[in-house]
């Protein structure tokens, strides 16, 4: 059926259902003389007569059985094709990418995976646990968590979760002084980094720095030092202690990110919602 438009292939099926032209006419909603036309211009392209006049109806030629039953399969396979589209952005199934930091992936999201999937078994959430900021108008994310106020963007929305606070830890089991743990030379911009470069003062600086918080809390833990770290995830952490007075000395802004050609599918609200709960949950 090379070059056979579909929209011939309904009229052939509505005259094989309905019997005359007239009457597929009026299940079409359309007048008698587009039917003919239509069934002429199926017939041109396939170099046979479909169908042939006994008794007053239109009776398919063998030609005409033939292409009646490819044309249902047609029809079948569109509509099958509608539905799936018509339901896809109505249910809460398929792949969503979330990016963030290996700290909120590891210590926030990861543990609170359960419900969600608890909540919508049809859904699968690939976590991106990243420092870089992947881009969302580029589609390498979905939904992107970012610990600060992102640049304004016409195709990505953009709105405060919460904030994530910070104190100073260090290893439960060791005491005495300990020396500072920092971010490497390429994250000196942080102001995770620049409060311990002022905090510090004179105090030494342990023999290693790394490139994230989830890093850092290893190497805290591994007795190396003592550093500046996020409460929700170090509290929860047995191999942490905070250490001084134990006050929060530094929050930061949260903030979820989506593609504003998103918003209304069902998968992306879904998870959108599951982690405005958590956050309130966690970090409030």
């Not at 597929?24 to 042939?52: K, P, S």
């Not at 909120?104 to 999201?109: I, K, T």
């Not at 078994?121 to 976590?127: A, H, K, Q, S, Y």
């Not at 003592?226 to 250490?243: E, M, N, Q, V, Y």
Request: hydrophobic share 50%; glycine share 8%.
């Amino acid at each position: 059926m090379q070059g056979m438009d579909w929209n011939d292939l309904r009229y052939v099926l509505a005259v094989s259902r309905a019997g005359t032209l007239a009457a597929a006419a009026r299940r079409l909603r359309v007048n008698q003389t587009t039917v003919a036309r239509r069934l002429a211009a199926a017939e041109r392209v396939l170099g046979a007569r479909l169908f042939e006049r006994i008794d007053g109806s239109l009776r398919p030629t063998r030609a005409g059985e033939a292409a009646i039953g490819q044309a249902a399969r047609v029809e079948h396979e569109v509509e099958a094709l509608k539905r799936g589209i018509a339901g896809s952005d109505a249910k809460v199934a398929g792949s969503v990418r979330l990016t963030a930091v290996p700290v909120l992936v590891n210590r926030l999201l990861v543990p609170a995976l359960a419900e969600l999937h608890a909540a919508y078994p049809g859904l699968r959430l690939e976590l991106i646990a990243d420092s870089r900021n992947a881009s969302l108008t580029r589609r390498e994310a979905d939904i992107a968590l970012r610990l600060a106020r992102p640049e304004s963007g016409r195709a990505v929305l953009a709105r405060r979760l919460g904030h994530v606070a910070y104190a100073v830890y260090g290893p439960r089991r060791r005491t005495g002084e300990l020396p500072w743990i920092s971010y490497d030379e390429s994250l000196a911009h942080l102001p995770q980094a620049r409060w311990i470069e002022r905090a510090r003062g004179e105090e030494p600086v342990a023999p290693v720095a790394v490139s994230d918080a989830e890093a850092i809390m290893q190497t805290v833990r591994a007795g190396f030092g003592k550093s500046l770290l996020p409460c929700f995830a170090a509290d929860a952490d047995a191999g942490l202690r905070r250490l001084g007075d134990g006050k929060v000395v530094l929050t930061r802004e949260l903030w979820l990110l989506t593609h504003g050609a998103l918003r209304h599918h069902a998968r992306i609200a879904a998870v959108v919602d599951w982690l405005g709960v958590l956050v309130k949950a966690r970090l409030a």
